[in-house]
């Protein structure tokens, strides 16, 4: 009452003598600044407010400065602060909680655990929304569990982890990137990759980033959350937010981890001895041989003596050898109330699986910093760059599964032996190529990659951002072969060199608004714009028979022959108007409405500009009073989206059509002429995917146990295709708006704590997700094109063959004949029973699985972490390469597989022939399409936390080390192969055993 009678009587002074203002306010002033300038020593315990124990390591900090301290092994602190300060209190995985000293010399403070759930703060396109405001579909993943096992490329920590993106890892090799859809796929000849971006700039599927260095990603799936990119997010849109410095403490952190690589799976190459008894089989169906004794006939006389000598070699494990990955990750962040920044630098070096040649460098420094100007005015950049260094080599696998094993690889001179098999003088040996200097293929990327923004705060409630990002790539491939390696053939070295550069700007501004009426309306509106500039330019020059060999491809000029230059140069532009609209009624009734305008330079005239709209609606049942006294529901919230999205994903100048060039003799001398190849289409415009959304949220339990359920439909429509033209026109097929698609699916995410004590926690997380696409249209009525294996009511991806249903046995001689083959030839479906196997007898197997599942089990107890990471892709086919290497005519080594002889009546393979041309013979691609289902044991991983008070004392906030198993085991129906590979035998996928420590100071 006193303070209020002071308050008033202050301001009815001040109001009937205002020449007193200047006087009072120096008073005011002179009391504060005394106040200021008498310290106070405060002492207290900071504590965790669930379980009481003491948090050691919490960071105390006089709020605006950097003074502060950290709690020692019983929780206590001491600081020295002015009396009228206030205190900044932070630890990870807890609430910053702010206190005013107001003179108390002890403060004791209990922190409450950040709340993962409901108040999470999830990124969507230009913006972030509280999770509960959510109305579209999106999944979010943050730091903890992207960091919770190593990789080299951060979207890997996606696989399995989030309900409907489908990732697989393309190979095996050194620096090898990654496949992978959200929701499926849409278009027939365009990119079905979904957008990606980093501080709201598209960045690529190929992450330079340190995982350490990001905050959270964010996978915006329905049309409703992806509507505001437009044309850019019809395929799904990732949002990666990276870690920016927070006031307070300077904080250092380092990561690193050591991982040792080897073959995960690998499947059998004949022996030599498998080899030959191979051979003899071929040639006994011909009757060339019946017995050993007519070996010389089907074997060259040095080949005999290294059979009966026991002389052969496998190539391949010659050629293999374990990799190694180091990986270190070093950051800075700290700063003040208006200054904050952070610095980061890595450096990973990944050897692969072959002994030469096979290395992958990468370097990258990065900084951030961000500045309040003004109460209402800030700035901040992040900078990137990046550069990789990669050797790479050709598949030498390819020629050392198919060399004869009869062999002998080195010369008695340790020298390698260029023709190692007896009589294969076109089989060289692959070591070849692990000669020093023998071959070359040296790929540099340099990126350079930045953000700035500037945000203004007009007035209460109107803020205005303006984003800038500038990409430059520049890449240079480089790459030499001798004469005598694989590629050189024995005939000619060559050499070439490819350099091509791109520059990418992109700018936006954001103007959002945001307003409460009564507590019971709040309305946020949010209009932008975007343009975005990108050229690309690109040049190779390459050719064979230079002078040296010493400079590799750094003399171009000195290749006598087969010269061939090529260069090529794009510029397109893009350019957007976009706004969004949400609007929340009681916490309990939420409506988001968004439209973008997009225009592309690559479009014809009168067809560059489209509109794309959504809306989603939202229902927090659990906020009505009907639902007050169910206490098991946690949260109940269903949701229903509708949007628009679209595609103008082709090359540049497509619509102006174009002219291919040739070469021809003209007098005899060599000239270059020009014909008409691509026809314009004036009419060329977008092609545009409709999407609906259900979804369903649940938690239950206090959120014990969580549920969020999508279901989805999508159709696509006016794709961009070639129609065939008759040759009469003079062109071979025209690009046109033609054909539809459509995809449906489910995505399921279940996440229950199962035990959750004080010392021991035990989480599962599962994600379920389906994809059943189809192709509703082709151009003209037509329902099938063979040659593209596109078909009207099929998947989009589909292998188109016959179907095998086994091999002709004896006894079978009669029903064979009607199809006009033998016991020991393949047997394949007559699937409309017309005696005739033919064309209309193919069946079409799809490459897309039924559905991906993960289940992740983590546990903790005390000071250890357990996780158990398996993940599933079932019900989908791919073409093993292994079954279509075996060599049935014995030229060549291949496949070690169960074949048919009238001892041995197998189903799987057809006899050994000599006498048929391995490409002529009937339907042996069916061999190669087997069941491409899996399960595996994607990671475990086993960690320990230093305890506190052992890592202070070296000076240490934070150790944890870890040791990690990858790739370990996988369940398949196909022997020693991992199914992930996707059929190709080429770099195989590795099993890697990592080693890491995780330190914060």
Partial sequence: MTKFSIYSNSKKLLRRNPGRKLLLTGVLFLFASLAIAQPVAVKGKVSDSSSGEAIVGANVVLKGTTTGTTTNIDGAYVLEVPSNGTLQISFIGYKTQEVAVSGKKEINIALVAETIGLEEVIAIGYGVVKKSDLTGSVSSIKTDDIMAVPTTNALEALQGRVSGIDIVKSSGKAGAGLSFTVRGERSLTASNAPLILVDGIPYGSSIDINPSDIESMEILKDASSTAIYGSKGANGVILITTKRGKAGKTKISLNSYLSFNSVSKYPHYQTGEEYANLKREANRTTGKWASKKDDAKIFAPLELEYINAGQWENFSKMLLQDGLTQNYEISMAGGNERTTYSLSFGFMDEEGLFKTNDEFKRYNGRITLDHEIFKNLSVGANVLYTYKDQDQRRDPLNM??????????????????????????????????????????????????????????????????????????????????????????????????????????????????????????????????????????????????????????????????????????????????????????????????????????????????????????????????????????????????????????????????????????????????????????????????????????????????????????????????????????????????IGKTENQGIDITLGTVNINGKNFRWNTDINFSTSKEKITELSSGVTEDTNNRWFVGSPIRVLYDYKKIGIWQLGEEEAAAVYKTVPGEIKVADTNDDKIIDIKDRVKYKQRPDFTMGVNNSFSYKNFDFAFFTYARIGHYINYSFNTSYKAQGLENGAHVNYWTPENPSNDFPRPDAGVVQSSRNYFSTLGIVKGSFVKVRDITLGYNIPKPVANRVGIDNIRLYATGKNLVTFSKLKDYDPERGGGESFPMTKQLVFGVNLDF
Avoid: C
């Fill in 400 to 737: 050392a599964n198919k060399i004869v094993p009869i062999a002998k690889a080195y010369n008695d001179d340790g020298t390698v032996n260029p023709y190692p098999a007896p009589g294969y003088s076109s089989q060289m040996n692959p070591l070849l190529d692990n000669v020093e200097g023998a071959t070359v293929d040296n790929n540099l990327n340099k990126r350079f990659f930045a953000t700035s923004y500037l945000q203004w705060t007009i007035i209460k409630d109107l803020v205005l951002k303006t984003n800038i990002g500038i990409d430059l790539n520049d890449q240079r491939r480089g790459f030499f072969y001798d004469k005598m390696t694989i590629d050189g053939g024995g005939v000619a070295a060559g050499s070439g060199a490819e350099i091509s550069s791109s520059e990418n700007l992109t700018w936006e501004n954001i103007l959002t608004y945001n307003k409460t009426i009564n507590s019971d309306h709040n309305f946020q509106a949010m209009l932008g714009t975007s343009l975005g500039a990108n050229d690309y330019e690109y040049y190779s020059l390459d050719g064979k028979n230079q002078s040296s060999a010493f400079t590799l491809f750094h003399f171009l000029e000195s290749n006598s022959s087969e010269i061939r230059i090529a260069s090529d140069f794009t510029e397109t532009n893009t350019f957007s108007y976009f706004g969004r609209i949400n609007y929340k009624y009681k916490d309990r009734y939420l409506l988001t409405a968004s439209v973008r305008t997009d225009g592309s330079s690559v479009l014809a005239p009168g067809h560059k500009w489209a509109t794309y709209p959504s809306v989603a609606v939202g229902w927090r049942m659990k906020e009505e009073s009907f639902m007050q006294d169910i206490s098991a529901i946690t949260n109940l919230k269903l949701r229903a989206s509708w949007g628009k999205s679209g595609s103008s994903a082709i090359d540049p100048y497509y619509t102006l059509g174009g002219l291919g060039s040739s070469q021809y003799s003209f007098n005899n001398v060599l000239a270059l002429g020009y014909y008409p190849k691509i026809v314009s289409n004036p009419l060329l415009g977008w092609e545009t995917t409709a999407v609906w959304n259900g979804g369903l949220d649940l938690g239950l339990f206090a959120n014990r146990i969580s549920l969020t359920l999508d279901l989805f439909k999508s159709f696509t429509s006016d794709l961009l295709l070639s129609r065939g033209l008759p040759p009469t026109s003079g062109y071979n097929s025209v690009m046109e708006n």
